[in-house]
């Protein structure tokens, strides 16, 4: 019994260490953030510097290597802004010693913002870590706009627009002017026009919409109004009052951009289900109507529709006999909206885009041009003006030379209506006209027909 007591007392026991402390590993201390310091040198060195932004720039380059960019990047960007650091709402804190030599105390001009832009610029180049604070602080800013003033406001919207069109910040922080606030008291719409005034100046209008575009943005310009004067017509005058035409035939062209989307979605929908036809062509052109579309318009849209309610077989020997049904089906709806020749001819380009842009239909061009020719939507001339002058680029040669013959043959044919006299078998040529007229292979022979009867 005592040998097992003993042994119980001995599973008992635990090892102790006595003496020893452990250090805790320096990256494992939390320094507490404490930003007096940090504004303390960036401000002394702004304050020998003053206006000199040569100078700034040298300042700032070389203090990155003694001071903590990283974990102050905030407060960095608050003090070359404002002159010192912001509390919520935009106002500056009071505890600390602030600098005159600032953006918002800089003179209210565009060379004078191009300049602050370049020291910024070479901020972020130097220390690429920077650059997501420093979008974050552009973001912050816009959201603060209510707290500066009317001359604070337009630097910063001038410097905004300037780094935008150079790529030095992304179109994404103009989210924070769709703030509720902002946007209820006029001052989104007052920035915007004073920022894009900026980036136009700085660029053009397509770099405008090239970086909207990147991010999504396009669309939502008539949301700096309040819902009640989210119109075009609203938009539309507002910016061209302010010398900024350029934008809202920006937004009007994107305005109807989303319509079309649309009613391209309405119509693919409406196929989708199996609608009759009928209904589906009087309801286009009642849309057709209301967003003032050309025809021209109009066909691609139906295109694009027709296109997309179907799901195409993966197989390249199947998806043409696939296709040629389908759109046999829907060439009386094709047929209604290509009454005029550039309708026709917007069709065929329509046509040529999507069997490049889908490289199982590359084969199928020519079987679906032909369908269309006999399904009286397409007429020879504009077959004949597409393939001499009025073809893409894309696929060009695989398209010429598939519609080669074909196009002979109603070169041929041209020829023959255009004769002002008929050879000795000029019978021949009556009975050819009418076999072809007959089989529907043409709708333009008519003419033919009358020099014919006036020669024979």
Request: hydrophobic share 40%; with cysteine.
């Amino acid at each position: 019994l005592s040998e097992v007591s003993f042994m119980n007392n001995q599973k008992q026991q635990k090892p102790t260490l006595t003496g020893q402390r452990f250090k805790t590993r320096k990256r494992d201390e939390k320094e507490r953030f404490d930003p007096t310091q940090f504004q303390e040198s960036i401000v002394q060195g702004l304050n020998q510097t003053g206006t000199d932004l040569e100078a700034v720039a040298k300042f700032l380059d070389a203090s990155g290597a003694k001071l903590d960019y990283r974990r102050y990047a905030e407060t960095l960007f608050d003090i070359l802004v404002a002159g010192g650091m912001l509390a919520p709402g935009g106002t500056l804190s009071d505890d600390m010693t602030r600098t005159e030599f600032c953006l918002f105390t800089a003179q209210e001009d565009l060379e004078t913002m191009q300049a602050y832009a370049q020291v910024f610029n070479k901020l972020i180049r130097r220390y690429k870590y920077l650059e997501k604070g420093f979008e974050e602080e552009i973001k912050k800013l816009l959201l603060f706009l209510k707290g500066f003033t009317e001359s604070e406001r337009n630097k910063l919207a001038m410097l905004t627009g300037i780094l935008l069109a150079n790529g030095n910040i992304s179109a994404s922080i103009l989210s924070s002017l769709y703030n509720e606030n902002l946007v209820k008291e006029g001052v989104s719409a007052a920035f915007a026009v004073k920022l894009f005034k900026s980036w136009i100046n700085e660029k053009d209008i397509n770099s405008v919409a090239a970086s909207l575009r990147k991010v999504g943005m396009d669309n939502r310009l008539m949301e700096l109004f309040p819902a009640n004067k989210r119109s075009c017509e609203h938009f539309s005058k507002y910016f061209t009052d302010a010398g900024l035409k350029e934008l809202s035939d920006f937004a009007r062209n994107q305005q109807s951009i989303g319509a079309r989307k649309e009613l391209q979605k309405e119509l693919q929908e409406q196929m989708s289900r199996g609608d009759p036809q009928k209904e589906i062509i009087a309801f286009t052109r009642e849309e057709m109507k209301k967003a003032n579309l050309s025809e021209q318009a109009m066909i691609g849209i139906i295109w694009t529709s027709v296109m997309s309610s179907v799901e195409w077989n993966k197989k390249e020997e199947l998806v043409t006999e696939q296709a040629i049904k389908h759109l046999k089906q829907y060439s009386p709806l094709l047929k209604a909206f290509t009454s005029q020749g550039l309708s026709e001819l917007s069709l065929l380009l329509k046509i040529q885009e999507y069997c490049y842009d889908n490289i199982h239909f590359m084969k199928a061009f020519q079987k679906i041009v032909v369908l269309l020719y006999k399904a009286d939507v397409l007429s020879e001339e504009a077959i004949l003006k597409w393939y001499t002058e009025a073809h893409l680029a894309k696929g060009k040669s695989v398209f010429l030379e598939q519609m080669k013959k074909f196009v002979e043959w109603l070169k041929n044919a041209e020829e023959g209506k255009q004769k002002k006299t008929l050879p000795a078998s000029g019978s021949k040529c009556l009975r050819s006209i009418f076999v072809l007229v007959a089989a529907g292979k043409t709708r333009n022979f008519a003419a033919a027909f009358e020099v014919c009867q006036q020669t024979v």
